[in-house]
């Protein structure tokens, strides 16, 4: 958004010391301050930012820290309050620094308020700047809404944006532009010199949805208001569902490309979706700028979710879009029914002129299954403007969210990046193809490029092991003590450790939440099982770069009670009794050899 600055105001600190008594700054402390505003004409309860500017000489022997400005009414600290904000921002000498304070005024008209900026040195001391500003709040923007025409599905439909000023003055310089994600938009810019206070003036846009539904679209209006240049985005939703009350086959047309004025091979596709058949099918196509060397094709009948296609020779003035008329006229049960259809095929070139702008394509790297970016740099190296630019993506391997973007113009020697989002449900190298369609000196081109893009994993993905893992049973109780470890370089989301039910083990899961990366979660899941079970299987589920990985271990069962019951039982099968005898034996001979001795 442009908005145009209030002037540039240098004051010096005038308000010091905390208390009474306190020994006022040396001369080489004093701070400067600087404001503008922005937007210098903000509507009711939008914000604007007065944006402070501090800067401290560089003789000064003291930093300063500004600890709190505060916008009121009046220059007093008792005025009304309209907005205050706490800060840590610390000038060395010979620094500036910039902080933003925000507020917003509701209601209309020239107001007066004051900047209030606490500051204190290195001794402590509280200085105190007061800053008169003057902010001029205008009723609003001009109002937007929108409306379409009535259209068969498959045909091109006029988007009527009207613009209403309310305001109390003229608006001039105005421009509007119009992009949606799934509605092509063939003129995309329209401008008008001035709207009069309480005028409202109509732009119309020829626009294809990509459904014959309510589809977003967002209107950019800029304009000029008493000499401040304006923006202001509006999102609308149009409403493309056909209104008329018969239903009508549907017609396209395609062309071959070619140079201006070189005859090449027009097709019209003609699809029955009615529910039966239509017959004694008459076709004429025209054109004021392409010329038809046989308008006219018929056909006995077409049966009810048949699709036939009919060539035509023609010629074009120029090779861009141009408009068709395709008139049709069939009976269906009994009836003679007629419509008419206009619609852009494309008469461009087969290729891009030599000069022309250059494309790339970025993909960062993500999980298989993940959304992740992908990016058509658009390089214009011509010595001129391009205009009404049209980048679509596609690839057989690739899901695109969606797949058209556009732009009204880049400038000679200027750059443009669209944003796609794709998802590849495997990693791999894949072909995307791209097509660029723009105007060139009112020239229409086309250039279709076909990338081998990579779509390749993180070098180091987020991943859960676990490491440290006992099971460990007495009787029926089992206590499983792990370590939910990241071994990857990014952090996982939702990792759940669990135990599934089954007919030797009561489930029981446990929620480790998120863990960073190279960071680690460590948990004991305690349950019941059967007093054979010799392993147990723990299953693991995460969630990286958007997608959930589920990885299962099994666990072998270390039976406490089954082990100290085979020692018990399974000692040594020597006799007790004679092993008794050969103790009392032994202590017998021990004292015979002490009393002989």
Known sequence: MQRSLAPFVTLVLV????????????????VSVSTTIEPSQPIPEEEFTIQTTVSSSADSSSDYRLVEAE?????????????????RTVVAPGETKTVDVGATLNESGTHEVFLRLVLRDNTGNRRVVVQQETIQVIKGHPQVDVSTDSALPGDDQTMTVRLSNGLSAAVDNVELTVEGENVDVRNPRQVTASVGSGASESFEFRTTPAAETVQPVNVTVQYSFEGDRRSVDYRLRPDFTPTNDIEHPQVAVTAEAGEAGESR?????LSNGLDERIRNVELTAAGEQVEFDDPRRVA??????????????VTPAVAERLPVNVSLSYT???????????????FGTADAPADRPQLQVDVEDAVAGASRPVTVTVANGLSNEVRQLDVSVSSPDVTFNSNARVRSALQAGGTAELAFTAVAEESGVYPVEVTFDYRDNGVQQRVTQTFDVEFAPPSNPGQITLTDVDAVAQG????????????????????????????????????????EAS??????????????????????????????KTVTTEVPVEQTELRQASESSGGSSVPLIPVAVVGVLVIVLAVAYRVRG
């Open 15 to 30: 308000v010091s010391a905390v208390s009474v008594g306190a020994a006022p700054a040396a001369a080489d402390g004093l």
């Open 71 to 87: 916008v009121r009414r009046g220059p007093g600290g008792n005025a009304d309050l309209v907005s205050e904000e706490g800060f």
């Open 265 to 269: 091979t027009a097709t019209v596709t």
């Open 300 to 313: 006995a009948s077409i049966e009810a979710g048949v699709t036939e296609q009919y060539e035509f020779t």
């Open 332 to 346: 269906v049960g009994g009836e003679r029914r007629g419509t008419e259809y206009t619609l852009e095929p494309s």
């Open 476 to 515: 029926s109780s089992l206590d499983l003590s792990a370590t939910a470890s990241n071994v990857g370089s990014e952090q996982v989301e939702s990792v759940v450790v669990s135990l599934p039910d089954s007919a030797d083990v009561d489930g029981r899961e446990y929620f480790v939440g998120g863990v």
């Open 519 to 548: 960071d680690f979660s460590s948990f004991t899941i305690s349950t019941t099982v059967d007093r054979n079970v010799t392993s147990v299987p723990v299953e693991v589920t995460y969630v990286v770069d958007g997608v959930q």
